[in-house]
């Protein structure tokens, strides 16, 4: 059985520790837990498989490897805040940290005398607290800004300036070569607002960036145009764990994955072996492709960013 109060849930004001909003019975756990497990094994599957197989992949092993969260974590689901877990095996979770047990407080008409366990915002260790209260300072400053979108993704390209050990040397080349890189970081303004790509930077590229970002300054240029900023609210959903639903870090992974995509088909990489076609940056074309493509992203970062705040101030009031 499950039902709900309100199906897309209330918002922070309304969604109060330890409220009810869904009762699940095991069943409607269970198909969720399955659906989530299933949508995300079309990323998990193939890393493993790779992995087993000693196979690097230039574009896909950074969502694995970059962002900490193991496989078989993305895969776990979790239900979220205001979601009662009635019948067999609810108790499971209760090794989790922020769960606990709940007598007869579900919503009028919704299952109100069951029995069960629901994640409580009230209920989770200080070291979440703080994760979230990070978390909530940083992406409420990012919503705040304008989204820039005139960086071309030319952070991959001032990795590998003026060094000859690129970062994916052993997998892929530079499809203009090295002079060729070289001259488009040169003839070209660097803007990176991201702290984890500058510091990725190569010492001769360091200096021609436009910004100096630092993890102390993280907050203060950090916005919403930068797919960086755009896959970490991956990295943020999965801090947050298991205070986010399963189903929003799924969200997050996929948006993380599609940029990804668009942020190594516009580095300096040759990845055609691997079926990526170029967006050409060092062409009036090829920046105007990536503009778009950028827009777009930071325009499906917006309901997840806000949701990922809702969470956040579930977790520090």
């Known amino acids: 059985m499950t039902t709900d109060a309100a199906r897309t849930g209330p918002?922070?004001?309304?969604?109060?520790?330890?409220?009810?909003?869904?009762?699940?019975?095991?069943?409607?756990?269970?198909?969720?837990?399955?659906?989530?497990?299933?949508?995300?094994?079309?990323?998990?599957?193939?890393?493993r498989e790779r992995r087993r197989r000693g196979e690097p992949h230039p574009v896909w092993d950074f969502l694995?490897?970059?962002?900490?969260?193991?496989?078989?974590?993305?895969?776990?689901?979790?239900?979220g805040p205001g979601v009662l877990l009635t019948g067999d095996g609810a108790e499971e979770f209760l090794d989790r940290p922020g769960y606990r047990r709940t007598a007869g407080n579900g919503p009028a008409g919704a299952?109100?005398?069951?029995?069960?366990?629901i994640f409580d915002p009230a209920a989770v260790p200080q070291r979440l607290r703080t994760t979230a209260g990070f978390v909530h300072r940083l992406l409420t400053a990012t919503r705040s800004r304008a989204p820039q979108l005139g960086c071309f993704g030319l952070h991959e390209w001032a990795m590998v300036y003026r060094t000859d050990q690129p970062r994916h040397g052993a997998t892929t080349g530079l499809r203009l070569g090295a002079r060729g890189t070289?001259?488009?970081?040169?003839?070209?303004?660097?803007?990176?607002?991201?702290?984890?790509?500058?510091?990725?930077?190569?010492?001769?590229?360091?200096?021609r960036n436009a910004l100096r970002p630092t993890r102390e300054s993280q907050v203060d240029l950090e916005q919403?145009?930068?797919?960086?900023?755009?896959?970490?609210?991956?990295?943020?959903a999965y801090?947050?764990?298991?205070?986010?639903?399963s189903e929003l870090v799924?969200?997050?992974?996929?948006?993380?994955?599609?940029?990804?995509?668009?942020?190594?088909?516009?580095?300096?990489?040759?990845?055609?072996?691997?079926?990526?076609?170029?967006?050409?940056?060092?062409?009036?074309?090829?920046?105007?492709?990536?503009?778009?493509?950028?827009?777009?992203?930071?325009?499906?970062?917006?309901?997840?960013?806000?949701?990922l705040i809702e969470i956040t101030e579930l977790l520090t009031t």
């Open 11 to 47: 918002g922070p004001a309304a969604e109060c520790a330890g409220a009810v909003h869904t009762v699940l019975d095991a069943p409607a756990r269970r198909a969720r837990a399955r659906a989530h497990r299933e949508r995300v094994a079309a990323w998990t599957g193939p890393h």
């Open 64 to 79: 694995f490897t970059y962002y900490s969260h193991r496989p078989a974590l993305l895969e776990r689901w979790d239900p």
């Open 111 to 117: 299952g109100a005398g069951d029995d069960g366990v």
């Open 182 to 207: 070289d001259e488009v970081v040169e003839s070209m303004s660097i803007n990176c607002s991201h702290v984890d790509a500058y510091r990725f930077f190569t010492e001769a590229a360091a200096p």
């Open 224 to 236: 919403p145009g930068c797919l960086h900023a755009t896959m970490d609210l991956y990295k943020w």
């Open 239 to 245: 801090k947050l764990a298991p205070a986010v639903p």
């Open 250 to 307: 799924a969200d997050c992974f996929a948006l993380a994955a599609d940029v990804r995509e668009l942020d190594m088909r516009a580095s300096p990489y040759d990845l055609t072996a691997h079926g990526f076609t170029p967006v050409r940056i060092e062409t009036p074309q090829g920046r105007a492709d990536y503009v778009r493509a950028q827009a777009g992203f930071a325009a499906r970062a917006e309901p997840l960013r806000e949701r």
